[in-house]
């Protein structure tokens, strides 16, 4: 292969040997596929080249930005398309306003860029001082205070795109509309009609037509799938292009470079952790604490405390906690002294009535603050050091109406203990529901695989079977819960999404078995 593809890159820039296939056969998802070259372009034209390879060799291709995706949707068997060494261009717009930049650039510099001017971007993932803004576009990602009204789906102005037919186009054009109508006359057409399907979709789901239930869905964190909303929100077929490239996770196109608004970096912050008995408690607690104001409600349960309380400099009570207690990590953000003042007037009200197993000292000094969430953004990283040798750390992410989350996570607690994940952990971002958990899992054995498989589909059952929640909130569907959109999202919306792939990779070579994937078993594959 290397030979055609060295039509199309310098050598320096392809990278074939053994060892290197196998060092990008990993992102940070328990999934393992050993591409067949890893390439690093650096212009439009080299992207184009190598969507023309990759259909006429019927190779598969995908992007990686940072690769740090928790659903297998940056690994490939194919052609691993390496951004990280180029692409990295930015310019601070409009008074700070706005920021473009080009996919390769770490998102916490984009955030030190713009730290002088009193403003950063909206989506926050705990990874943000390793994951790129390319990822972070094509995943959706949210975070601690991200929840579905500061992402890039809502925080987008403008991007130049690659379609996998080669068409490239800067939308912040003030001809964009045109060009697109005039020069993609078949996708602009074909976007229309998605759109016009569900808008005329008579068929009920618990009461509810298609549309309503696009709706309501998107009230809470979901990116299992495509965002459909983007059919709901906009008219124009370019502007529902945009808005379904973001989140789609590599396999509509190419993201060169986008524009995003930017946001109030608030100066004033106040944060405290408060401890509860149990989980219910704790849950319990997140409305009044968000209705407070709070911009983050972090919520980690006893085991999660335990992965991180020998960190240095953590709060010296996470180890003599009591079995089954939990803490909610909450801070309020204000750009000016008086609205901090109101928010602390409001915290203390709040926090007076919840039952808590410890006194509560909230704090603006940033280095205490910075103490407080060392253990909650040490999680991830924690549990997966401690892991039995062997086993893979899997990380799932799933959000229910937050009126359910005591029952809900209740229910997860209760699976772990059936299925012997004793060490398992739940923690994460209760105020938009979102909750993510880690479970160590060997893969080595077909009766492992099944037992992770059962465990999986129970998972599935009831976060979307029971809760009606959504079985990705935020690090992306890609293999990991692919065989469960339809299950979620039911079969017309699903048709509907595999129409759209077809549309945008009629040959399917970009990123093929990530969103949509025929296999029931994908989940358990690779
Ligand atoms: C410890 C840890 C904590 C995390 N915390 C959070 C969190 O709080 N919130 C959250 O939302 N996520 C979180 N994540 C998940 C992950 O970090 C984010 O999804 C991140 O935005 C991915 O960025 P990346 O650069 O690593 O992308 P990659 O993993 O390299 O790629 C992500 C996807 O984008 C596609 N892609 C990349 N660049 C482009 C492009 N230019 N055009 C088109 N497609 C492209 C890839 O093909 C892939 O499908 C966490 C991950 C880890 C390991």
């Not at 190598?50 to 940056?74: E, H, K, Y």
């Not at 946001?263 to 004033?268: A, E, G, H, I, W």
């Not at 407080?372 to 959000?399: C, F, H, Q, Y």
Request: aromatic share 8%.
């Amino acid at each position: 292969m290397t030979p055609s593809l060295a039509a199309i890159l310098p050598a320096s820039r392809i990278r074939d040997r053994l060892i290197d296939r196998i060092a990008y056969a990993n992102d940070a998802s328990y999934f393992r596929l050993v591409p067949q070259a890893v390439v690093q372009p650096n212009s439009i034209g080299e992207i184009q080249a190598l969507f023309q390879f990759s259909q006429q060799n019927r190779i598969p291709m995908t992007f990686r930005a940072a690769g740090t995706s928790l659903s297998g949707q940056a690994v490939t068997d194919g052609i691993l398309v390496d951004i990280s060494k180029h692409w990295g261009d930015y310019s601070v717009e409009e008074n700070a306003g706005k920021i473009r930049f080009q996919p390769g650039i770490v998102g916490g510099f984009i955030n030190n860029v713009l730290k002088p001017h009193g403003r950063r971007i909206g989506p926050d993932p705990a990874s943000i001082d390793a994951c790129m803004m390319g990822g972070i576009l094509a995943n959706n990602s949210s975070g601690m205070c991200c929840g579905t009204t500061e992402n890039s789906y809502k925080t987008i102005h403008s991007m130049t795109f690659v379609l996998p037919n080669g068409f490239v186009l800067d939308t912040s054009r003030p001809d964009a509309h045109k060009i697109f109508e005039n020069e993609q006359p078949h996708i602009a057409k074909g976007l229309l009609e998605l759109k016009q399907r569900i808008l005329n979709s008579n068929a009920k789901y618990k009461d509810e037509t298609l549309a309503e239930k696009i709706r309501r869905r998107y009230q809470m964190k979901n990116n299992n799938g495509y965002l459909l909303n983007a059919f709901l929100d906009f008219e124009h077929p370019l502007d529902i292009l945009i808005h379904l490239l973001i989140g789609s996770e590599g396999t509509l196109g190419f993201i060169a470079e986008g524009v995003l608004h930017t946001l109030p970096d608030y100066t004033y912050k106040y944060t405290g952790q408060m401890y509860f008995k149990n989980i219910r408690d704790a849950a319990a607690a997140v409305y009044p604490i968000k209705q407070s104001g709070a911009r983050a409600v972090e919520v980690m349960d006893r085991e999660s405390l335990r992965s991180v309380e020998h960190l240095p400099g953590v709060p010296a009570i996470l180890k003599e906690l009591p079995a089954g207690a939990t803490a909610i990590l909450a801070e309020y953000q204000a750009s000016d002294s008086e609205t901090m003042l109101q928010f602390k007037k409001e915290a203390g009200r709040v926090i007076h009535e919840l039952k808590l197993i410890h006194d509560v000292n909230f704090t603006d000094d940033p280095i205490q603050q910075a103490a407080l969430w060392k253990p909650r953004k040490g999680i991830i990283a924690s549990v997966g050091a401690m892991r039995p040798r062997g086993t893979t750390s899997v990380n799932e992410d799933v959000a229910f109406p937050v009126q359910h989350l005591a029952d809900a996570v209740t229910d997860l607690r209760h699976l772990f203990d059936d299925f012997g994940y004793t060490e398992g952990v739940i923690f994460g971002h209760a105020k938009d529901g979102n909750l993510h958990f880690l479970v160590n899992q060997a893969f080595d054995t077909p009766e492992q695989i099944q037992f992770f498989d059962k465990f999986l589909r129970e998972m599935v059952g009831i976060v979307s079977g029971k809760y009606d929640g959504s079985l990705k909130a935020e690090h992306g569907t890609g293999r990991n819960m692919a065989p469960f959109v339809e299950t979620e999202w039911g079969a017309e919306a699903y048709a509907i999404m595999r129409d759209l792939k077809s549309l945008l990779d009629p040959d399917g070579m970009l990123n093929p078995g990530v969103l949509i994937n025929d296999n029931p078993q994908a989940h358990v594959t690779h």
